[in-house]
């Protein structure tokens, strides 16, 4: 599958096989990371580590991601890991993004982990299996683009997006939902908001179009994301 194909059945896999993945596969899913370029400004790193490293473990691998506490530093590490997160599961391997996970070894520039492996668990086998809200509620047009931002995963499935679509280009603002919207803002749904910065980057390539510029900007103490596309 393509990453773009990737977005329409994917799903957060909880069961692994806890075999490890061989060191070949392994190797080529740490130079995705690697090559994937990370937002303007932004300078965060990723380590692949086994569960013996992690608390609570729960799959046999996982890339822990540590940047500064800030919204774009946060918004750039969903950006990045999104892919591999598609790419991933465009290999056939399950993955899950854990907001509440931890290392066993503090460190103070931790800021989320996502776990991967091997898992039986079938993918969607089409978007009527999300669960998710209507384009017209996320955005200003329906259009192929925001349709695979809709299923975009975030934290507690809240969607804390709104996608504003003008000529050559798209803005995606952070916008609250319901009582978790407090709870969730500090970090989790900033890294939401590089996810779904991700899906759409996707789709736009998809269709065709060149990306000239993604770029996070805090506006109004509120972080968006402005995609530039020809």
Not at 11 to 32: H, S
Not at 65 to 85: F, Q, S, T
Not at 165 to 193: E, P, S, W
Request: net charge neutral.
């Amino acid at each position: 599958m393509t990453l773009y194909e990737t977005i329409f059945v994917r799903r957060a896999v909880r069961k692994y096989d806890m075999t490890p993945l061989d060191e070949k596969t392994l190797g080529e899913i740490r130079k995705w990371i690697d090559e994937t370029q990370q937002l303007p400004g932004q300078n965060a790193r990723f380590e692949i580590v086994s569960a013996d490293k992690v608390k609570g473990t729960a799959a046999p691998h996982y890339i822990m991601c540590y940047c500064k506490p800030a919204d774009a530093e946060y918004a750039n590490v969903g950006y990045v890991i999104e892919k591999a997160d598609l790419y991933m599961q465009s290999l056939g391997l399950g993955s899950l993004w854990l907001g509440m996970g931890n290392p066993k070894a503090k460190q103070d520039d931790f800021c989320i982990m996502l776990a991967f492996g091997k898992s039986d668990v079938p993918f969607r086998t089409g978007e009527q299996e999300f669960n998710r809200l209507p384009v017209c509620e996320i955005s200003n047009k329906d259009n192929p683009i925001a349709q695979a931002a809709r299923l975009a995963p975030s934290a507690m499935n809240t969607q804390p997006w709104k996608l504003d679509f003008a000529d050559g280009g798209v803005t995606v603002r952070y916008f609250g939902r319901g009582v978790m919207k407090m709870i969730l803002k500090t970090k989790m749904n900033q890294v939401d908001i590089g996810i779904v910065a991700r899906h759409i980057v996707t789709a736009l390539e998809h269709e065709g179009k060149s990306i000239q510029s993604v770029t996070p900007v805090t506006a109004d103490k509120s972080l968006e994301i402005q995609i530039r596309y020809a």
